[in-house]
């Protein structure tokens, strides 16, 4: 090879014909006969492939032998033009390097159109395929385009812990940790696990939420955002939950919570377009071949307000609603998926923020309204997905705050230094959390959870 200038092949297809290049990419098809052979390769920087032809007068059939779907090869040759149609440039081959063969006969991807199912049973190999290569630019996409969103906004980025010993949420089950010896136990007079032996002193696990430590940073630095993993012991097995996700959730000091629905329809609206814009082609592909609205989706949920609505309107609409639901629904019923989309795809039509939740099915921390019942709680609610985005004004009043812990039976001790907010110099402040993967479900139109993150963590499932 005389050059090192490897060029990537999304900036192949959109070069003008002349150059002398050298490409680099894993092969998807071959085809041709003893005159001319035909290559699409990809590397990952495009949903689409680079056709090389060799001409077969300058290559042995040898050296072309092991070049199958799968292998990795480099080519060096000049772009031109090309004849056939379904792409505008081709590369003419002068020399090649073989890096790595494939196998046709053990290589899993050797063939197309695999179901979804099997893809995941090969989750070390599926990011080869279109389908995932898609996804996972569209992943880093929004990611960044969170941080974008935050940062212009004057928003700051804070870390907070993956271990905690704080069970304080109750949002959902936690995955322990610990360093003690599983085979023997230290124990208490008591008999019961003395975890002043263990690593942190204490009994510890992965959070499952970095929201009561984000609350301290907007207590401070007045907006922030989290954007981290988030461990959930959920036993579930749904197409909605992992046990791995990856939450953002602002807090914001000073934000009632009409400015929190109007940051979280913003903040929505700014990703999806973000994605039409910045992904079109891996969302045209994946509207072509999984989810043929998928595109017109993304494009009404920018353009729709969202329907503002208490809780109690959404009950009662459901109610009355004459819909059979696999779950009864009244008032002070948590709402299930099944609920919250009759209320976004058949009613309304479009995205739905409900408010003012009971008390009963939410978390100690939210603001209570006047009635004494409800608080001041917001979902937002997504077609074909149902909540994703959970979030509430906070609670700013120590007595208030304090006298619900106890309401609830929680042992207030271990949040001392939470309500050391509200002690010293509180005040209003709000937020929520989006699920990335929920978001994702979205914007990609995959059905299941599992398939919007490279390594979905699900119960009895962490191999790779
Ligand atoms: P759900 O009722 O759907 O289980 P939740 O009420 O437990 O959600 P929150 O505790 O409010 O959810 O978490 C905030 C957001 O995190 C949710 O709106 C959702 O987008 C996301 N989320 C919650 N649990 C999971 C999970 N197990 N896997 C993926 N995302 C999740
Ligand atoms: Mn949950």
Not at 56 to 78: D, N, R, W
Not at 340 to 349: G, Q
Not at 364 to 376: H, L, S
Request: hydrophobic residues 40%.
């Amino acid at each position: 090879m005389k050059t090192d200038t490897r060029v990537k092949v999304s900036k192949l297809l959109k070069s003008e014909p002349g150059v002398e290049m050298l490409v680099k990419g894993w092969v998807r098809t071959k085809r041709g006969n003893k005159n001319v052979v035909f290559v699409a390769l990809n590397d990952g920087s495009t949903v689409n492939n680079i056709q090389i032809v060799f001409d077969m007068t300058q290559f042995s059939e040898e050296a072309l032998k092991p070049v199958t779907t799968g292998s990795c090869i480099a080519v060096e040759g000049t772009l031109v033009a090309s004849p056939g149609g379904g792409q505008s440039v081709e590369i003419s081959a002068k020399s090649i390097h073989l890096y790595g063969t494939a196998d046709p006969e053990t290589y899993p991807l050797q063939k197309k159109g695999h179901s979804m199912e099997f893809l995941r049973e090969i989750g070390h190999l599926r990011p080869r395929t279109n389908t995932f290569g898609c996804i996972f630019r569209i992943r880093h996409a929004m990611a960044f385009a969170i941080h974008k969103f935050f940062n212009d906004k004057g928003f700051f980025y804070l870390h907070t812990p993956v271990i905690t010993a704080s069970d304080a949420e109750g949002a959902g089950a936690m995955f322990q940790v610990t360093t003690l010896d599983l085979n023997n136990i230290p124990r208490d007079e008591d008999n019961r696990i003395d975890f002043t032996q263990d690593f942190f002193g204490r009994a510890s696990n992965l959070t499952v939420s970095g929201q009561l430590e984000g609350e301290l940073g907007a207590m401070a630095l007045g907006e922030i955002y989290t954007f981290g993993p988030t461990f959930r012991a959920e036993n579930s097995n749904t197409p909605r939950h992992l046990a791995e996700f990856w939450m953002i959730e602002p807090e914001m000091a000073f934000y009632e919570i009409k400015e929190n629905m109007d940051l979280a329809e913003e903040f929505i609206k700014y990703l999806v377009k973000y994605a039409l814009e910045n992904c079109a082609e891996d969302l045209k592909f994946l509207n072509d071949m999984f989810d043929k609205e998928l595109l017109a989706r993304l494009n009404s949920v920018v353009e729709t307000e969202f329907v503002r609505l208490s809780y109690t309107e959404g009950v009662d609409i459901l109610m009355k609603s004459g819909e059979k639901f696999e779950f009864p629904v009244y008032w002070g019923a948590d709402l299930q998926s099944e609920h919250e989309r009759y209320l976004v795809e058949k009613h309304f039509k479009r995205p739905v923020i409900l408010t003012d939740y009971p008390k009963e099915i939410k978390a100690f921390y939210m603001k209570q309204n006047e009635d004494g019942k409800t608080v001041r709680a917001m979902d937002v609610l997504f077609p074909k997905i149902g909540e994703i985005i959970g979030g509430s004004q906070r609670e700013e009043s120590l007595e208030k705050l304090e006298a619900r812990i106890k309401e609830m039976g929680m042992e207030s001790e271990g949040l001392w230094w939470y309500l050391d907010t509200r002690r010293f110099g509180t005040a209003p402040h709000s937020g929520f959390g989006l699920g990335f993967e929920r978001l994702l479900l979205f914007v990609t139109g995959m059905s299941n959870i599992r398939d919007v993150i490279p390594f979905p963590r699900t119960p009895k499932n962490a191999e790779f």
